[in-house]
C-alpha cells in the first residue's frame, strides 16, 4: 500500500555529484525511518545511509563526509546528497521506508531501485 519511487540515478564521471530522490505515498500515518540501501554487481545488499525521526543520521564508513540524507517531512520524501563520487559507488541504491499506516499498523516497504553508474 505504501509506494516508494527513486528518482535522480544515471551516470557520472569520477568526482562528479548526484542526488537521489525517495517520494513515499499511500495510506500513511507516519514514517519513523527511511533509508538508502544500495546493491553492486555481484555483492550484497548493503547500508548506505538512513535517517530516523528524533534520532538524527547515520552512514556507512565508506560514504562518511561524501554522502548526506535529509528528507522533507511535508512531501515524505528522503534525498541523498552524493559527491566526490567514486567508481566504487556504481550500484543499484534502493530506498527504504518504515512506519505505521493510518489504521496503525506497521509497513516496511521497498522502492525498486535506482542505477548510479560512477565511470570516466
Known amino acids: 500500500q505504501v509506494q516508494l519511487v527513486e528518482s535522480g540515478g544515471g551516470l557520472v564521471q569520477p568526482g562528479g555529484s548526484l542526488r537521489l530522490s525517495c517520494a513515499a505515498s499511500?495510506?500513511?500515518?507516519?514514517?519513523?525511518?527511511m533509508g538508502w540501501y544500495r546493491q553492486a554487481p555481484g555483492q550484497q545488499r548493503e547500508f548506505v545511509a538512513h535517517?530516523?525521526?528524533?534520532?538524527?543520521?547515520n552512514y556507512a564508513d565508506s560514504v562518511k563526509g561524501r554522502f548526506t540524507i535529509s528528507r522533507d517531512n511535508a512531501k515524505n520524501t528522503v534525498y541523498l546528497q552524493m559527491n566526490n563520487l567514486k567508481p566504487e559507488d556504481t550500484a543499484v541504491y534502493y530506498c527504504?521506508?518504515?512506519?505505521?499506516?493510518?489504521?496503525?499498523?506497521?509497513?516496511?516497504?521497498w522502492g525498486q531501485g535506482t542505477q548510479v553508474t560512477v565511470s570516466s
Open positions: 535517517i530516523i525521526s528524533n534520532r538524527g543520521t
Open positions: 527504504n521506508a518504515k512506519g505505521v499506516y493510518r489504521d496503525y499498523t506497521d509497513f516496511n516497504s
Open positions: 499511500g495510506s500513511i500515518r507516519s514514517i519513523n525511518f
